[in-house]
């Protein structure tokens, strides 16, 4: 099957840093106004909804309640059937998710990093009634959708014994959340949102979802070492995983690779 459909690239045309970050700004002037309650009586914004599911943002977050509180932090919540399956979802959560993908399909696994990077730099997010949501085109519906049912759904059963594992498609939904939620809580101190350039908005979003793509990437290749080493009666290369770990600490909790790393690791669909 020609997969070319989700080959993807950076924004690096004026215009398209320039539409890129003119929705970022969109989407946190719109999550200011979100209303808020109180730790104990939430608000709850629905945001999308569609085939049972319903994503949206419950005001006020965690962080409003510290000691040097953030306002306009919110809480991720994605229901299916009006049942949370989220809850307390969190990042290794994330990356256990992924991982489990790496060891029952590589070639799915490096397509839904591919997806994630889209998410990331906003390819599948559309106008609906004038305003931004993550909007997969038919054919990208269609992938998500065989990529659980053909591939995922088995596996997940097959490999780890789980008989209804979170969908592809509602990882999807709950990352965007999450991510906008980073952009919001980093880039809206005044009540506006602020960054002049690309490199200004990289904090939130961007270098969240890129962790989220790169630190699976790099653990994944630890495993294939493994692997690779146990059957062959090599040594084990355990830099591999302690790079990782490197990563996070010079970082402050972020493990982003670069351009040229994350193409070459998600060849052929990311390219520069």
Known sequence: MDFDFIVTHKPSSKAEKDAFLNIKRELITEAITFPSGTATERVKTVINSCNNHEAAFMKPGKEASRKNPNIYDMYPLLTYNNRDVTEKFSFEDIWEYLLKIFLI?????????????????????????????????????ELIHNLDNLVLREGF????????????????????????????????????????????????????????????????EFIEDIVSKTQSGGAINVKLITSVIQKFTRSRGLCVLSDAELQKALAPYLRG
């Open 105 to 141: 399909h590589k070639g799915t696994f490096t397509k839904t990093l591919v997806l994630l990077y889209r998410l990331c730099f906003f390819c599948d997010h559309n106008l609906i009634n004038n305003k931004w949501r993550y909007s997969p085109s038919e054919q990208h519906c």
């Open 157 to 220: 059963f097959d490999k780890f014994n789980e008989p209804k594992p979170l969908t592809l498609f509602q990882i999807l939904l709950f990352v965007d959340l999450l991510a906008w939620n980073e952009d919001v809580k980093y880039h809206a101190p005044k009540g506006e949102p602020y960054f002049k350039n690309m490199t200004e908005s990289k904090t939130g979003r961007t270098n969240t979802l890129l962790s989220v793509i790169s630190a699976p990437l790099l653990i994944s």
